[in-house]
Protein backbone atom coordinates (compact mmCIF):
# COMPACT_ATOMS: atom_id res chain seq x y z
CA UNK A 1 0.00 0.00 0.00
CA UNK A 2 1.35 3.19 -0.90
CA UNK A 3 0.59 6.73 0.76
CA UNK A 4 1.51 10.24 0.86
CA UNK A 5 1.75 12.11 4.29
CA UNK A 6 1.96 15.98 4.15
CA UNK A 7 3.22 18.52 7.09
CA UNK A 8 4.13 21.87 7.61
CA UNK A 9 0.74 23.87 6.73
CA UNK A 10 -0.45 26.37 9.52
CA UNK A 11 -1.56 30.02 10.03
CA UNK A 12 1.30 32.81 9.13
CA UNK A 13 0.90 36.46 8.14
CA UNK A 14 1.47 37.62 4.80
CA UNK A 15 4.86 38.07 3.94
CA UNK A 16 5.91 35.26 6.22
CA UNK A 17 7.21 31.88 4.92
CA UNK A 18 5.91 27.85 5.32
CA UNK A 19 8.06 24.72 4.30
CA UNK A 20 5.47 21.87 3.14
CA UNK A 21 6.84 18.64 3.06
CA UNK A 22 5.51 15.17 1.61
CA UNK A 23 6.88 11.63 2.18
CA UNK A 24 5.54 8.84 0.19
CA UNK A 25 5.91 5.29 1.90
CA UNK A 26 4.87 1.56 0.99
CA UNK A 27 5.85 -0.61 -1.47
CA UNK A 28 7.80 1.85 -3.89
CA UNK A 29 9.88 0.45 -6.92
CA UNK A 30 9.92 4.30 -8.66
CA UNK A 31 8.65 7.57 -8.52
CA UNK A 32 8.37 9.69 -11.47
CA UNK A 33 6.93 13.44 -11.52
CA UNK A 34 5.85 14.96 -7.75
CA UNK A 35 4.29 18.02 -7.12
CA UNK A 36 2.04 20.40 -5.12
CA UNK A 37 -2.20 21.46 -6.42
CA UNK A 38 -3.93 23.80 -4.56
CA UNK A 39 -7.68 23.81 -4.07
CA UNK A 40 -8.99 27.46 -1.85
CA UNK A 41 -12.66 27.37 -1.07
CA UNK A 42 -15.34 27.76 -3.57
CA UNK A 43 -12.57 27.12 -6.37
CA UNK A 44 -11.14 24.67 -8.33
CA UNK A 45 -8.23 22.95 -7.33
CA UNK A 46 -4.81 23.74 -9.26
CA UNK A 47 -1.72 22.86 -9.99
CA UNK A 48 1.25 25.05 -8.19
CA UNK A 49 4.66 23.39 -8.92
CA UNK A 50 5.90 20.07 -10.44
CA UNK A 51 9.26 18.36 -10.26
CA UNK A 52 10.67 15.55 -12.72
CA UNK A 53 13.03 12.45 -10.92
CA UNK A 54 15.41 14.70 -12.99
CA UNK A 55 15.03 17.63 -10.93
CA UNK A 56 13.41 19.86 -13.49
CA UNK A 57 10.80 22.06 -12.33
CA UNK A 58 7.75 23.81 -13.52
CA UNK A 59 5.23 26.34 -11.72
CA UNK A 60 2.40 28.08 -11.78
CA UNK A 61 2.56 31.95 -12.75
CA UNK A 62 0.90 32.66 -10.03
CA UNK A 63 3.70 31.55 -7.54
CA UNK A 64 6.86 31.72 -10.24
CA UNK A 65 9.85 33.73 -7.66
CA UNK A 66 7.98 33.01 -4.04
CA UNK A 67 7.84 29.44 -4.01
CA UNK A 68 10.20 26.77 -4.50
CA UNK A 69 9.86 22.77 -4.95
CA UNK A 70 12.79 20.20 -4.61
CA UNK A 71 12.74 16.70 -3.57
CA UNK A 72 14.72 14.06 -1.96
CA UNK A 73 15.06 11.13 -3.81
CA UNK A 74 16.44 8.88 -0.90
CA UNK A 75 13.91 9.75 1.42
CA UNK A 76 11.03 9.52 -1.58
CA UNK A 77 9.99 13.01 -0.45
CA UNK A 78 8.85 16.38 -2.31
CA UNK A 79 9.12 20.04 -0.65
CA UNK A 80 7.18 23.35 -1.52
CA UNK A 81 9.01 26.24 0.26
CA UNK A 82 6.71 28.67 0.10
CA UNK A 83 8.05 32.66 0.80
CA UNK A 84 6.23 36.50 0.08
CA UNK A 85 3.21 34.84 0.95
CA UNK A 86 -0.18 36.21 0.08
CA UNK A 87 -3.81 35.97 1.55
CA UNK A 88 -4.81 34.51 -1.86
CA UNK A 89 -2.04 31.93 -1.49
CA UNK A 90 -4.56 30.60 1.46
CA UNK A 91 -6.11 26.96 0.31
CA UNK A 92 -5.40 23.24 0.75
CA UNK A 93 -2.54 22.22 -0.51
CA UNK A 94 -2.09 18.70 -1.90
CA UNK A 95 0.78 17.04 -2.91
CA UNK A 96 1.20 14.07 -5.87
CA UNK A 97 3.33 11.99 -7.18
CA UNK A 98 3.48 9.71 -9.96
CA UNK A 99 4.70 6.33 -8.45
CA UNK A 100 5.37 2.56 -9.41
CA UNK A 101 4.77 0.04 -6.78
CA UNK A 102 6.46 -3.24 -6.73
CA UNK A 103 4.91 -5.42 -9.55
CA UNK A 104 2.11 -3.20 -10.68
CA UNK A 105 1.17 -0.23 -13.02
CA UNK A 106 2.55 3.63 -12.31
CA UNK A 107 -0.69 5.56 -10.51
CA UNK A 108 -1.08 8.68 -9.49
CA UNK A 109 -1.25 8.68 -6.05
CA UNK A 110 -2.71 11.92 -3.55
CA UNK A 111 -2.06 13.29 -0.10
CA UNK A 112 -4.41 14.00 2.97
CA UNK A 113 -3.85 17.65 2.08
CA UNK A 114 -2.61 20.27 4.90
CA UNK A 115 -4.57 23.63 5.12
CA UNK A 116 -2.48 26.65 4.48
CA UNK A 117 -3.94 29.75 5.72
CA UNK A 118 -2.49 33.79 5.30
CA UNK A 119 -3.40 36.44 7.28
CA UNK A 120 -3.20 40.10 5.97
Known amino acids: QVQLVESGGGLVQAGGSLRLSCAAS????????MGWYRQAPGKQREPVAA???????NYADSVKGRFTISRDNAKNTVYLQMNSLKPEDTAVYYC??????????????WGQGTQVTVSS
Open 96 to 109: NADIQPYLRHVNRY
Open 26 to 33: GSIFSIND
Open 51 to 57: ITSGGYT
